[in-house]
């Protein structure tokens, strides 16, 4: 499978570091991985806030921009097999921004990431959140999830596996880890969305439940056991 190419996002990258991170110690010295790493971006992102972290990245192909190539130790993966065996140590924080709507199974991919982590590291997961008003309104009226949807205008193509909270969760649950905290970004926002449908979604809002706002769901997971 051939992932796709990850551009910086750098109000999400924001984002993690301003509110995420707050959740550990960031003084610490830590070792870090980010898969699905692409062209390097977040990885020069982070590189930027903590130099005295050891971060390396991880996906099917090497570094591309940002001349990382003799910056960052890369290794060369495929995240939908087990890549777990490919990559040396442990690790105290592991990164997945916007790739597991890229891979075929979930529950493999959490597995592989508790094997790469020392018992407390912490694993953080950024899929789209299709639990939001405004795609919920796209399924009532399409019958499909947003960014999945079967017509081109409407849907990302590399986007196969929807992710939704409860299921997550309980898959995080059954492969080790426990869920610190679900975030959503942008916060209380309907990003994207036209005006009508953010009309509809203000007026409806009220009466349901669920992660209702936000474009992306940003799960704070931790090694419990495995």
Same mark, same amino acid.
């Given at each position: 499978?051939? =992932?796709?190419?990850?551009? +910086?996002?750098?109000?999400?990258?924001?984002?993690?570091?301003?509110?995420? #991170?707050?959740? %550990?110690?960031?003084?610490?010295?830590?070792?870090?991985?980010?898969?699905?790493?692409?062209?390097?971006?977040?990885?020069?992102?982070?590189?930027?806030?903590?130099?005295?972290?050891?971060?390396?990245? +991880?996906?099917?192909?090497?570094?591309?921009?940002?001349?990382?190539?003799?910056?960052?130790? %890369? /290794?060369?993966?495929?995240?939908?097999?087990?890549?777990?065996?490919?990559?040396?140590?442990?690790?105290?924080?592991?990164?997945?921004?916007?790739?597991?709507?890229? *891979?075929?199974?979930?529950?493999? #991919?959490?597995?592989?990431?508790? $094997? *790469? *982590?020392?018992?407390?590291?912490? =694993?953080?997961? /950024?899929?789209?959140?299709?639990?939001?008003?405004?795609?919920? !309104?796209?399924?009532?009226?399409?019958?499909?999830? $947003?960014?999945?949807?079967?017509?081109? $205008?409407?849907?990302?193509? /590399?986007?196969?596996?929807?992710?939704?909270?409860?299921?997550?969760?309980? +898959? +995080?649950?059954? /492969?080790? #880890?426990?869920?610190?905290?679900?975030?959503? #970004?942008?916060?209380?926002?309907?990003?994207?969305?036209?005006?009508?449908?953010?009309?509809?979604? =203000?007026?409806?809002?009220?009466? *349901?439940?669920?992660?209702?706002?936000?474009?992306?769901?940003?799960?704070? !997971?931790?090694?419990?056991?495995?």
């Amino acid at each position: 499978m051939e =992932l796709r190419r990850y551009v +910086a996002i750098p109000a999400v990258y924001e984002y993690l570091i301003n509110h995420v #991170f707050s959740f %550990f110690d960031v003084k610490e010295i830590y070792r870090v991985i980010d898969l699905g790493a692409g062209s390097g971006a977040f990885i020069n992102f982070l590189s930027r806030y903590y130099p005295y972290w050891h971060i390396e990245g +991880a996906d099917n192909e090497n570094f591309v921009e940002f001349g990382l190539k003799d910056r960052f130790k %890369f /290794t060369r993966v495929d995240l939908n097999k087990s890549f777990s065996r490919s990559i040396k140590g442990k690790f105290d924080l592991i990164t997945a921004i916007e790739v597991i709507e890229h *891979l075929e199974n979930p529950r493999h #991919f959490l597995r592989e990431c508790n $094997k *790469l *982590l020392k018992v407390g590291g912490k =694993l953080i997961i /950024t899929p789209p959140n299709i639990e939001s008003i405004p795609g919920r !309104l796209r399924f009532l009226v399409r019958g499909n999830f $947003k960014h999945f949807d079967s017509d081109p $205008k409407f849907n990302e193509p /590399t986007h196969i596996t929807p992710i939704q909270s409860y299921l997550f969760s309980r +898959a +995080a649950r059954d /492969t080790g #880890f426990r869920v610190i905290k679900q975030f959503y #970004f942008p916060p209380g926002k309907f990003y994207g969305s036209r005006s009508i449908v953010k009309i509809a979604a =203000l007026i409806i809002s009220p009466f *349901l439940h669920g992660h209702k706002f936000g474009e992306k769901n940003i799960f704070l !997971l931790e090694k419990i056991n495995g």
